[in-house]
């Protein structure tokens, strides 16, 4: 026999040794915590907006309903829906999202107009419903480890046919659509684990669990799984559109502040800038060609060691001076900090006697020897954050840098030994993907005491929550082809799709690109263009050949080297005239982009959409992995082949789109054959559009 009990606007529901708790939580959702411990934690949010911070709608429970499918039928619990008594059954209704929790402790989650969005998946005889077969297997599942307090769980849904399913975060996969995948949840290098799905079948889901685990969308059933953990945790929401899912996410977890203007355009950076002087005249022949730059990009190993977060004064000796000189040509400085201390760095002690350092359970403490024999800060402490940010303040900040680079944050370690580290807040295994979203956590708040507005920080990873915090993430260490580009353009549409709307791609790719082959530089000449329709325009990369540094060593530490060339001019003259025009065309966007990034701020909308987000009912749009929408009126298809000089592109149903190469305009719901030539990517505007300089 069930316990049922209703308070404070919320179902608890337990049998034996399970507990279970569902809550509305945010613009159309609900929230559902499960345990087999003695109590329920209820203090820890993870990504999740606390209490009284979100806005719920106004929601509604009610026990003793009818049959769930007679209450589907009526759109679920309601002022007036009459109540018949059910022995052990509940319904929880928040908005558009009700969920019903039948006598056997079983899930169901339906919209506002009682159709049925996902229910857990069960296959045991005593159900008595069209799934009953003697199989007992359960839908979650809560493992002891054994003498531990820990469990190995699994939360699993029933699989549909029709599904589609978007979002996760970043993963280097061709296919937008992530059904029939099996996803990692850890982070890497690369690889961004966000777990929020949005399903074609109006929902969406977060895994509110930073546990190291996986998640399988199969065809047969959808089931998320950590490795450890204290409790099951997820939020579920319903919309009539994937506008509306996105919108009531960010109701739940945050959006990305407003994005600065002179943040807008064009970013440059490269592997690496070794001194001021270098830097500076980069820039000042960017600004001779009358060429326009928001941000430059001082990278790492700039540093005297690893951990001392400080500027070496033989390649940097003004770094007050080189603020100012940058300031008069209207261009900000970036500055890349890292996560890892070397054992010989100043800050070292103060770290370790404090436990601000990453624990290893056994052996000594150190997690690679990358440079030197090194550690990392605990971006979990809160001490540790207020420390990180005090040393950078003093360091950077107070000579006016504003803008910081948040480089290897996933962090950089073997994950085949993360079940050896231990945080400020418990095992790697149970909390270790939330480190970035800390990381940034770390420098939002620090330059928030500060008084400073529109804060961003450039990262190489997030989690779900990052966005509040002013993560711009970036899609790694990826490799200089066309493989990689075509893989970037999904893996930035899901990126905004599980609410990460900064996303930002190394232009040309970060590994192997020699500036002076023909074959590379015509990935970097198609990357550039599709560059100009990302949230952030950056160049960057490691070019070849490789120049190692002289000396090897100062000072008894290890000195990094740099890559070839990587300005607009390093590609060859008629190279250079196309990444100009793009340049200045970037520039002009200006307008338009500020809209789009407003979107962003107030409602969580991606900037990069795909193009079932403005075209739910055209079921071709759903299917569209390579061309996106830049905001509503703006449809763009990058080229990701060699020699290409026409694109296949899908317009979708329901407006008339004029091409601009062109100006031929073409009814939507038809494959066209885009111009395209080296010099053009292909760019379609929606009939109507306004404030497009195009």
Request: glycine share 8%; net charge negative; with cysteine.
């Amino acid at each position: 026999m069930a316990i049922i009990r209703l308070e404070d606007n919320q179902l608890y529901w337990q049998q034996g040794e399970e507990k279970l708790l569902i809550q509305p939580w945010g613009n159309n959702g609900l929230r559902v915590r499960v345990t087999r411990a003695a109590q329920l934690d209820l203090d820890e949010n993870w990504a999740l907006l606390p209490a009284g911070e979100h806005q719920a709608e106004r929601s509604m429970v009610h026990t003793a309903p009818k049959n769930k499918k007679q209450m589907a039928a009526a759109g679920g619990p309601g002022e007036d829906a009459p109540i018949i008594a059910e022995e052990n059954a509940a319904w929880i209704k928040n908005g558009k999202v009700a969920a019903f929790i039948d006598r056997h402790g079983y899930l169901f989650f339906y919209n506002g107009k009682g159709e049925e969005l996902t229910r857990e998946y069960v296959r045991n005889r005593s159900d008595l419903s069209e799934y009953s077969v003697p199989l007992a297997m359960r839908g979650r599942l809560l493992h002891p480890g054994v003498g531990r307090d820990d469990y190995r769980c699994a939360m699993s849904f029933e699989a549909y046919e029709d599904e589609k399913i978007y979002g996760m975060g970043q993963y280097q996969e061709d296919s937008l659509n992530l059904k029939g995948l099996k996803l990692e949840l850890v982070q890497r290098n690369s690889q961004i684990s966000c777990p929020f799905m949005v399903s074609s079948r109006g929902y969406g889901l977060l895994w509110n669990n930073p546990a190291v685990g996986q998640v399988t969308f199969a065809r047969n059933v959808t089931k998320w799984e950590a490795r450890s953990t204290r409790q099951i945790d997820f939020w579920i929401t319903a919309g009539d559109t994937p506008d509306e899912i996105e919108r009531n996410y960010a109701s739940a977890t945050g959006t990305v502040p407003m994005m600065r203007d002179d943040l807008m355009g064009f970013w440059q950076c490269k592997l690496r800038y070794r001194t001021q002087e270098e830097l500076l005249s980069v820039v000042r022949e960017h600004k001779r060609r009358g060429l326009p730059m928001d941000a430059i990009v001082v990278d790492f190993f700039h540093w005297t060691k690893q951990g001392d977060w400080k500027f070496d004064p033989v390649d940097w000796p003004d770094p007050e001076g080189m603020v100012e000189e940058l300031k008069k040509y209207g261009v900000n400085l970036v500055v890349s900090v890292w996560p890892t201390v070397d054992v010989r760095s100043e800050n070292f002690r103060e770290l370790a006697e404090n436990d601000y350092l990453i624990r290893n359970d056994r052996g000594i403490r150190l997690t690679s020897r990358f440079m030197g024999d090194v550690t990392l800060w605990d971006a979990m402490n809160p001490g540790a954050r207020e420390f990180i940010w005090r040393v950078c303040k003093k360091n950077y900040y107070d000579k006016g840098i504003k803008l910081f680079w948040l480089d290897s944050a996933e962090p950089i370690y073997n994950n085949d030994h993360i079940d050896n580290l231990r945080y400020y807040t418990g095992p790697a295994l149970q909390v270790s993907n939330m480190y970035p979203m800390n990381f940034a956590r770390a420098f939002y708040e620090g330059l928030a005491a500060e008084g400073e507005q529109d804060i961003m920080c450039l990262i190489r990873c997030g989690w779900a929550g990052s966005q509040r915090y002013g993560a711009l993430v970036w899609s790694g260490d990826i490799q200089s082809n066309f493989k990689s580009m075509r893989q970037q353009i999904t893996a930035g549409l899901n990126a905004g799709m599980a609410g990460l709307p900064w996303w930002t791609t190394d232009i040309g790719g970060f590994l192997s690109g020699f500036p002076a082959h023909d074959d590379f530089r015509e990935v970097l000449v198609r990357w550039f263009e599709w560059g100009c329709f990302q949230p952030v325009m950056r160049l960057h990369g490691d070019r070849l050949p490789y120049r190692n540094p002289e000396p090897l060593y100062r000072d008894g530490v290890e000195q990094f080297g740099s890559g070839a060339d990587n300005e607009i001019w390093s590609f060859g003259e008629d190279n250079y005239e196309i990444l100009k025009k793009y340049l200045l065309l970037r520039e002009s966007l200006k307008p338009y982009i500020k809209n789009l990034m407003r979107q962003a701020h107030e409602h969580g909308t991606p900037v990069m959409r795909p193009l079932f987000y403005h075209y739910p009912e055209d079921k071709a749009a759903w299917d569209i992995d390579e061309t996106y929408l830049f905001g509503r009126d703006l449809l763009v298809a990058p080229v990701y082949e060699a020699g290409a000089a026409t694109r296949r592109t899908y317009l979708p149903a329901g407006d008339t789109w004029r091409e601009v190469a062109t100006g031929k305009t073409f009814s939507g719901g038809q494959w066209v054959d885009a111009h395209a030539p080296l010099d053009t990517i292909p760019l379609f505007v929606r009939d109507g559009a306004q404030g497009l300089p195009l």
